[in-house]
Protein backbone atom coordinates (compact mmCIF):
# COMPACT_ATOMS: atom_id res chain seq x y z
CA UNK A 1 0.00 0.00 0.00
CA UNK A 2 1.49 3.17 -0.23
CA UNK A 3 0.60 6.64 0.70
CA UNK A 4 -1.65 8.37 1.24
CA UNK A 5 -2.35 6.47 4.28
CA UNK A 6 -5.46 7.05 6.74
CA UNK A 7 -6.24 6.97 10.72
CA UNK A 8 -8.58 7.91 12.79
CA UNK A 9 -10.29 7.37 16.35
CA UNK A 10 -12.77 5.13 17.65
CA UNK A 11 -15.68 7.37 17.18
CA UNK A 12 -14.86 8.86 13.76
CA UNK A 13 -14.67 12.62 15.59
CA UNK A 14 -10.43 12.75 14.48
CA UNK A 15 -9.26 11.28 10.95
CA UNK A 16 -5.38 11.46 9.19
CA UNK A 17 -4.22 11.59 6.22
CA UNK A 18 -0.78 10.89 6.20
CA UNK A 19 0.72 11.50 2.99
CA UNK A 20 4.17 9.47 3.21
CA UNK A 21 5.65 5.80 4.22
CA UNK A 22 6.50 5.24 7.69
CA UNK A 23 9.91 6.03 8.91
CA UNK A 24 10.07 3.16 11.78
CA UNK A 25 7.87 1.40 14.00
CA UNK A 26 8.48 0.95 17.48
CA UNK A 27 6.74 -1.07 20.86
CA UNK A 28 7.48 1.24 23.71
CA UNK A 29 7.27 -0.21 27.71
CA UNK A 30 7.92 2.73 29.05
CA UNK A 31 5.77 3.49 32.05
CA UNK A 32 4.27 6.27 30.02
CA UNK A 33 3.34 4.31 27.49
CA UNK A 34 1.61 1.31 30.05
CA UNK A 35 -0.79 4.29 31.30
CA UNK A 36 -1.95 5.26 27.49
CA UNK A 37 -1.79 1.37 26.79
CA UNK A 38 -4.15 0.65 29.61
CA UNK A 39 -1.28 -1.67 30.98
CA UNK A 40 0.33 -2.85 28.15
CA UNK A 41 3.20 -1.60 25.48
CA UNK A 42 2.07 0.89 23.08
CA UNK A 43 2.70 0.36 19.06
CA UNK A 44 3.34 3.54 17.03
CA UNK A 45 4.38 4.15 14.04
CA UNK A 46 6.94 7.28 12.94
CA UNK A 47 5.99 10.03 9.62
CA UNK A 48 7.15 13.39 8.78
CA UNK A 49 4.85 15.44 10.95
CA UNK A 50 4.32 17.77 7.75
CA UNK A 51 3.45 14.94 5.87
CA UNK A 52 0.52 14.35 8.66
CA UNK A 53 -2.85 16.21 8.29
CA UNK A 54 -6.10 15.73 10.14
CA UNK A 55 -9.46 17.17 10.87
CA UNK A 56 -11.10 17.30 13.98
CA UNK A 57 -10.10 18.47 17.43
CA UNK A 58 -6.88 16.80 19.32
CA UNK A 59 -6.46 17.55 23.14
CA UNK A 60 -3.11 17.26 24.55
CA UNK A 61 -1.18 16.32 27.77
CA UNK A 62 3.02 17.31 28.46
CA UNK A 63 4.81 15.48 30.34
CA UNK A 64 8.35 14.57 30.49
CA UNK A 65 9.33 11.44 29.25
CA UNK A 66 12.07 8.80 31.21
CA UNK A 67 14.65 9.89 28.33
CA UNK A 68 14.40 13.34 29.83
CA UNK A 69 12.35 14.05 26.05
CA UNK A 70 9.52 17.03 26.85
CA UNK A 71 6.59 14.70 25.05
CA UNK A 72 3.19 16.22 23.78
CA UNK A 73 0.79 13.23 23.57
CA UNK A 74 -2.33 13.82 21.34
CA UNK A 75 -6.07 12.04 22.07
CA UNK A 76 -9.59 12.17 20.84
CA UNK A 77 -11.19 14.47 23.58
CA UNK A 78 -14.79 12.83 22.25
CA UNK A 79 -13.46 8.95 22.65
CA UNK A 80 -10.38 9.02 24.35
CA UNK A 81 -8.59 7.24 21.92
CA UNK A 82 -4.82 7.79 22.50
CA UNK A 83 -3.69 9.04 18.96
CA UNK A 84 -0.34 11.03 18.46
CA UNK A 85 3.20 11.49 20.73
CA UNK A 86 5.48 14.19 19.87
CA UNK A 87 8.69 14.92 21.00
CA UNK A 88 8.60 18.58 21.68
CA UNK A 89 12.74 18.82 20.79
CA UNK A 90 11.86 17.14 17.48
CA UNK A 91 9.26 18.88 15.83
CA UNK A 92 10.18 17.65 12.49
CA UNK A 93 8.66 14.03 13.71
CA UNK A 94 5.08 12.64 14.40
CA UNK A 95 4.12 8.81 16.19
CA UNK A 96 0.71 7.96 15.63
CA UNK A 97 -0.43 4.85 17.22
CA UNK A 98 -0.34 1.88 14.94
CA UNK A 99 -4.11 0.58 16.69
CA UNK A 100 -4.75 4.25 14.49
CA UNK A 101 -4.57 3.37 11.08
CA UNK A 102 -6.95 2.10 8.85
CA UNK A 103 -4.25 -0.47 7.67
CA UNK A 104 -2.86 -1.77 11.17
CA UNK A 105 -0.81 -4.05 9.01
CA UNK A 106 1.33 -0.97 7.35
CA UNK A 107 3.95 -1.42 9.26
CA UNK A 108 4.47 -3.72 12.36
CA UNK A 109 7.24 -2.88 15.11
CA UNK A 110 10.63 -2.86 14.43
CA UNK A 111 12.15 -2.89 18.10
CA UNK A 112 10.67 -2.77 21.59
CA UNK A 113 11.99 -0.08 23.46
CA UNK A 114 12.40 0.65 27.62
CA UNK A 115 12.04 -2.88 28.26
CA UNK A 116 13.71 -2.18 31.80
CA UNK A 117 10.50 -1.07 32.89
CA UNK A 118 8.17 -3.72 31.65
CA UNK A 119 6.32 -5.61 33.83
CA UNK A 120 7.33 -9.55 34.45
CA UNK A 121 4.56 -10.82 32.65
CA UNK A 122 4.85 -8.61 29.57
CA UNK A 123 5.35 -10.56 26.06
CA UNK A 124 8.28 -9.13 24.69
CA UNK A 125 9.19 -10.44 20.90
CA UNK A 126 12.48 -12.19 20.38
CA UNK A 127 12.61 -12.00 16.55
CA UNK A 128 12.64 -8.08 16.49
CA UNK A 129 15.49 -6.02 18.71
CA UNK A 130 15.15 -4.82 22.53
CA UNK A 131 16.34 -2.17 23.94
CA UNK A 132 16.42 -1.68 27.69
CA UNK A 133 15.77 2.15 27.07
CA UNK A 134 15.76 5.31 24.91
CA UNK A 135 17.24 4.39 21.34
CA UNK A 136 18.42 6.90 19.20
CA UNK A 137 16.11 8.86 17.46
CA UNK A 138 14.46 8.12 13.89
CA UNK A 139 15.74 11.30 12.46
Known amino acids: MTAPHGAGCL ?9 AEPMAARTCWCRL ?7 T ?4 ICFPADKVRWTGEIRYHE ?3 DSGNAMR ?4 PTCGTPLTSEALS ?6 LRIGALDDPNLMGPQA ?3 TSQAPDWACISTEIPSL ?3 PPPVA
Open 11 to 19: CGAVRFTID
Open 33 to 39: CQYLGGG
Open 41 to 44: ATAN
Open 63 to 65: TVA
Open 73 to 76: RGFC
Open 90 to 95: RPNLIF
Open 112 to 114: TIW
Open 132 to 134: ESQ
